[in-house]
């Protein structure tokens, strides 16, 4: 094996080994040498002795350690509850602007079916969400600026605009 690809799999194992992406916080390096680890932008840092780094990983080395909580890790950028008080309630949501995250996910919490047009409800067909629970999701990619929400009566959902895909 080449000196060169012994360094990307020894890399590769310390960013598998040493990072997850569920937390954040600001870790100090109190060794005497550098250590690798994942910055905020996703790309691997190198930390120099005494100091400290800010991401939304979490190291798992217990040479970095942590001295403050945030930043925090949300890949939620906004939350809409949507309530209607039926079938001549639609409700419009506007959705943030461009440059801002891509992905909505919108859940049917209460009530009788809902048709989820873009932008209005003359841009058909729309999406039916039918039963409580059911969800859909879009990468919406900048694409649309509201979505108009019409409830076949009384009934709330939750719309969820992201930055990232989540699961």
Known sequence: MSRKTS??????AMVLLCVSATKAGTYKNNTSGAIL??????????????ASI?????????DLTKTAAPPYY??????????????????TVTLLAAGSPTHIYVWKVTGGPVSVFYDATANTPA????????????????????????????????????NEAIE
Request: proline share 4%; net charge neutral; charged share 15%.
């Open 127 to 162: 999406v039916a969400i039918l039963r409580a629970g059911d969800r859909f999701q879009h990468d919406l990619n900048r694409r649309a600026s509201a979505l108009v929400l019409q409830f076949a009566g009384a009934g709330t959902c939750e719309i969820l605009e992201t």
């Open 74 to 91: 949300n890949p939620i950028a906004v939350r809409h509850a949507v309530t209607s008080t039926g079938a001549a309630d639609d409700q």
């Open 54 to 62: 800010s991401t939304v990983y979490v190291p798992t080395s217990a």
């Open 37 to 50: 680890t994942m910055g905020s932008n996703g790309r691997l840092i190198s930390v120099a002795p005494g």
């Open 7 to 12: 360094f990307i799999l020894a890399v590769l």
